[in-house]
């Protein structure tokens, strides 16, 4: 995990954690390639979302692969809580302020990434269920990213 902030409480939206990150501001502003997101994000050249109701098979292909990558990501948060317990919600919630409670979910992803970087196997995994995360909340799609995902989108054709 190679950025990660825990200043937000969890009940915040994904998309409004990515909106208030320096990270979009320099994806906005240098045309470097794409970030997948789901439903809940907004549209934007940078930020590749699925298409709410495809009509054509290349549509399809597009959405299919989206989630494919997509899923990338679930997994990686499954595999984080899965080494550390404490972070899953089958554990309850952390005893502990919302500061140290931050500061224990990023030491949680320091000790990951060592464990990444010397191999150290996962014991056992759990699954990350579909619904661990936020519900989408609809968002208007600008141009530029709606004239980018049909660019992508021609690519399945």
């Given at each position: ?11 915040t ?42 009509s054509?098979?290349a ?13 990338v ?20 919630c ?30 056992e995994?759990?699954e ?9 909340v ?20």
């Open positions: 995990m190679t950025n990660s902030v825990a200043r937000w409480p969890g009940s939206h994904d998309a409004s954690v990515f909106d208030n990150c320096g990270l979009k501001d320099y994806l906005a502003a240098n045309d470097i390639g794409h970030l997948l997101g789901d439903s809940g994000y907004p549209l934007r050249s940078y930020l590749v979302t699925p298409l709410s109701n495809p054509t098979p549509e399809e292909r597009f959405n299919a692969a989206l989630v494919s990558g997509h899923m990501v679930e997994r990686t948060f499954g595999v984080l809580k899965s080494r550390f317990r404490c972070l899953h919600k089958s554990a309850g952390l005893p502990f302020t919302p500061e140290k409670s931050a500061e224990v979910v990023m030491a949680c992803m320091r000790l990951h990434n060592l464990c990444v970087s010397r191999n150290v196997p996962l014991l995994a759990i990350v269920e579909a619904g661990d995360h936020d519900l989408p609809p968002i208007a799609e600008n141009r530029d990213g709606q004239n980018r995902r049909r660019d992508l989108i021609r690519l399945f054709e």
